[in-house]
């Protein structure tokens, strides 16, 4: 069963506007990543925030993580045409180092031009 | 540069038929993952591995087999009894022992297999 899942399913936005996309799961985990996937492609690692972190940035990137909510949210500001993708969150499972990775139902984000 | 190679990246089977799909990583990673996606959705484990010789059933096991022989392969056999078997498969790989000890997943570009 997936541990993971994303909301919304699918979002469509201006370029420039913020996008942000929502993760909840089930049981505690380790830590918790999120993946970008161009259609037909591969997955991309984003980010990773540890359990005992409730913030973290990269670029133009902002998680959020709510372990007593369980849940995340991923922030893309400024967003793209390029950043068009579906985005996936994953989270592992203790103890530490077992590596099992979960993945969500994923959110589609469009970006228009 | 070091990585995850998938093969063959499409792949056309007729029913009743096994087919292997390949995966090869240079990463010096000790963990193996495939993972299957259907359209619209994410992605489900079917086996892991977490050192050579040996791994464990994920969510979805059933009709496929895998063998981890080496480090750096862990091919994926989808045999006759899956009986729902067209998908994009996704072979990943993570640490310890390689580039990332973080526990990020680095994927394979992907098999799309389908059954005719």
């Known amino acids: 069963s997936q541990q993971g899942e994303e909301d919304p399913q699918a979002l469509s936005i201006q370029e420039g506007e913020n996008a942000t996309m929502n993760c909840s799961y089930k049981?505690?985990?380790?830590?918790l990543q999120w993946y970008r996937q161009n259609s037909g492609r591969g997955l991309v690692h984003l980010i990773l925030i540890r359990s005992n972190e409730r913030e973290k940035h990269s670029g133009r990137l902002r998680v959020t993580l709510d372990t007593s909510k369980k849940s995340s949210s991923l922030l893309i500001t400024a967003s793209r045409a390029a950043d068009t993708a579906s985005y996936f969150c994953?989270?592992?499972?203790?103890?530490?180092?077992?590596?099992?990775?979960?993945f969500g139902t994923g959110t589609r984000l469009k970006v228009l031009a | 540069d070091g990585g995850i190679t998938q093969s063959p990246k499409y792949l056309f089977r007729k029913e009743g038929q096994n087919v292997t799909l390949s995966c090869e990583q240079n990463l010096n990673h000790d963990a193996m993952y495939w993972y299957r996606q259907d359209p619209g959705q994410g992605l489900r484990l079917i086996y892991y591995s977490q050192i050579v010789n040996d791994f464990q059933k994920g969510d979805i096991a059933e009709g496929y087999s895998v063998s981890r022989e080496k480090k750096e392969s862990f091919p994926l056999t989808v045999t006759s009894a899956q009986k729902n078997p067209t998908a994009f498969y996704l072979c990943a790989s993570t640490g310890p022992g390689g580039r990332s000890d973080t526990g990020e997943l680095f994927f394979g570009e992907g098999s799309r297999l389908t059954v005719l």
């Open positions: 049981t505690s985990i380790n830590n």
């Open positions: 994953a989270t592992d499972f203790p103890p530490p180092g077992t590596y099992k990775y979960i």
